[in-house]
């Protein structure tokens, strides 16, 4: 039996962030739908992974996977114009960026490098 084919992943980002009114949620609800039809329309060569939850006391979470720090900046750019109205309502907690040590450096340079993420080196592979 041959073991199912994986994708490379060259960057994870992980971002969370609390809802800072309750009764925003639906439109917070409205804003991330948002952002997965952009997604889903606009960068299907490049992400490999975009999923948002909803955690306790009104926590969202964000993870995504690209191919390449270019698939990254692709992004950023095709949601930009959610981000204003996404940042007005929730407030943020943290991010990660879960790379190997050379994308990680190319990472830095970008504006994902400004938000200060906690960066984690990809090992064992």
Not at 82 to 106: C, K, N, R
Request: charged share 25%; aromatic share 8%; net charge negative.
């Amino acid at each position: 039996m041959n073991a199912p084919e994986v994708a490379t992943i060259s960057v994870t980002l992980i971002a969370t962030y609390k809802i800072k009114d309750q009764d925003k949620l639906e439109e917070v609800r409205s804003l991330v739908s948002q952002f997965v039809a952009k997604v889903r329309s606009k960068e299907q060569d490049t992400c490999l992974q975009y999923t948002w939850s909803l955690g306790p006391d009104n926590r969202l979470c964000c993870l995504e996977s690209y191919k390449d720090v270019e698939g990254v900046l692709k992004h950023l750019e095709n949601v930009g114009s959610l981000f204003g109205p996404f940042v007005a309502l929730v407030e943020f907690e943290q991010s990660q960026v879960h790379a190997t040590a050379a994308v990680i450096q190319e990472i830095r340079q970008t504006p994902i490098g400004r938000w200060s993420p906690a960066y984690f080196e990809v090992i064992g592979e």
